[in-house]
């Protein structure tokens, strides 16, 4: 159904094409999990493309194996904790593979650049217990990129948190970005394959409304322009 779809998408003189069929192949109504703005997904109920593009990959990874070096690549998460008595601070490393790099988005907006960079700063962590079961007197969070895939796709994190109002609320700010990308000065020295991390813009998915609705449009490369 996807061949399919993609064939109808370069073919068809149509103005639109309906994914009906892809969507029922996905996902059968006895296997629909709860999530989504709408409490599940179904064709013509509004979810979030984020776990859309998540459910996608889960059923392409059998049937195509590639796609796990095609678009999952690795990092590092570690957690360093001062516990106090004058020992060597706790350092706790786990990897793991991610599908897509989620960047902060500055209340005043900003460029890429800066939200990768902010994605990769050491965060500091409140209330962090070590395995002594005593509270830590400071700690925080590093995160090291390991590997890219061939195909990488960051996500701004436009929805907060509103606390005064008790709301999530979306931020509108803009966000330069590049039509040609250099990931290697953010990929650590100890995980690449030493290759070349540069990266050239395919498509932007825009997304139109609020924190919890709205609308998707994807703008695309057309052939090699």
């Not at 399919?4 to 109504?29: E, G, K, M």
């Not at 786990?94 to 005043?108: D, G, H, I, N, W």
């Not at 969070?141 to 709301?167: I, N």
């Amino acid at each position: 159904e996807l061949q399919h779809l993609f064939a109808r998408l370069a073919l068809s003189t149509r103005a639109a094409v309906d994914p009906s069929a892809l969507l029922r192949a996905l996902l059968p109504p006895k296997r629909r999990p709860s999530f989504g703005f709408g409490g599940g997904f179904a064709p013509g109920a509004e979810a979030d493309v984020s776990e859309f593009g998540k459910l996608l990959l889960e059923r392409l990874e059998k049937p195509c194996p590639r796609v796990r070096e095609l678009i999952y690549g690795e990092l590092a998460e570690t957690v360093v904790a001062d516990e106090g008595g004058g020992g060597a601070p706790l350092r706790q490393s786990s990897r793991c593979p991610f599908s897509e790099l989620l960047l902060p988005v500055a209340a005043a907006g900003g460029d890429l650049d800066g939200a990768i960079r902010e994605a990769l700063r050491p965060s500091e962590l409140e209330g962090f217990v070590g395995p002594s079961g005593r509270r830590a007197g400071s700690a925080h969070k590093e995160v090291a990129l390991l590997s890219l895939p061939q195909l990488l796709c960051l996500q701004l994190q436009r929805v907060t948190y509103d606390a005064e109002a008790g709301r999530a609320r979306k931020l509108d700010a803009s966000v330069a970005f590049p039509l040609r990308l250099d990931m290697g000065p953010y990929v650590s020295s100890g995980g690449g394959n030493g290759g070349s991390w540069r990266y050239v813009l395919h498509a932007v998915l825009l997304h139109e409304g609020a924190a919890s609705s709205g609308h998707y449009q994807c703008v695309c490369r057309a052939g090699g322009g």
